[in-house]
């Protein structure tokens, strides 16, 4: 079945490094591809999104980064801190007609930032 | 604090139990969400209600019994679950598309549940 997935289940980094988390996914028919961020004890926090039309979105100390030629979507996090430390989740919408929006989630990435 | 909460955040209970979770969302949204998270899996949607109304059913064993009474809040009846049923389930809620809004969904901190 059509998945999205992640490359590396963990990442670590030291502080004020930048860090770099990959997702591939299969299905090319979405609307949208998210970053969500899960910190411990809590439901997953959006991060960045990005259309399906556009190559690279930035915010504040993250760029999401999408190939659509390779299906490969990139979260880039500028001078890595450890309250960053969470797992990544990639996840893609695909609103099919639907006036909701049904996501699919990657398996996720653990970031742990050292100080 | 995202606008959704859920109660009771930790539950534990037999295969023969009924119990029910809840989430609230204070956000005026009009769809709301059931996932499972388990251990090494990715998020499982299980249920979708749009304008109160069941949308989406994704092959969820009858044992898990959703309803939306209104648009602010969702519950989740279990019964006669298994081990395997234990998780972590999430509540999320989103604005209808159709209104012009963003489809972006609010996640609540989630019941573990733990099936003895």
């Known amino acids: 079945g059509e998945s999205v997935g992640l490359h590396l289940p963990t990442l670590s980094v030291q502080e004020g490094d930048n860090s770099i988390i990959n997702c591939a996914y299969s299905?090319?028919?979405?609307?949208?591809f998210i970053w969500y961020k899960q910190e411990s004890g809590k439901g997953p926090q959006f991060i960045i999104d990005?259309?399906?039309?556009?190559d690279k979105r930035q915010g504040q100390r993250v760029t999401v980064l999408l190939n659509k030629t390779v299906k490969h979507l990139s979260l880039q996090i500028a001078a890595t801190q450890p309250g960053d430390s969470a797992v990544y989740f990639c996840a893609e919408l695909n609103a099919g007609g639907t006036s909701y929006g049904k996501l699919t989630f990657g398996q996720g990435t653990i970031l742990t930032v050292h100080p | 604090e995202t606008g959704v909460t859920q109660t009771p955040r930790h539950l534990v209970m037999g295969m023969t139990n009924k119990k029910s979770l809840k989430c609230e969302q204070h956000l005026g949204h009009n769809a709301m969400y059931w996932y499972k998270q388990s251990a090494k899996k990715p998020l499982e949607l299980m249920f979708v209600?749009?304008?109160?109304?069941?949308?989406e059913n994704n092959s969820v064993p009858s044992r898990f019994s959703p309803e939306c009474p209104n648009s602010s809040h969702l519950f989740l009846h279990l019964h006669t679950l298994q081990p395997e049923d234990s998780a972590l389930y999430l509540c999320?809620?989103?604005?209808?598309?159709?209104?012009?809004?963003?489809?972006?969904?609010?996640f609540g901190p989630g019941t573990r549940l733990t099936v003895l």
């Open positions: 299905n090319s028919a979405s609307d949208y």
């Open positions: 999320a809620s989103s604005q209808d598309r159709n209104s012009g809004s963003r489809y972006e969904q609010f």
């Open positions: 990005i259309r399906s039309n556009m």
């Open positions: 209600y749009s304008l109160e109304e069941r949308v």
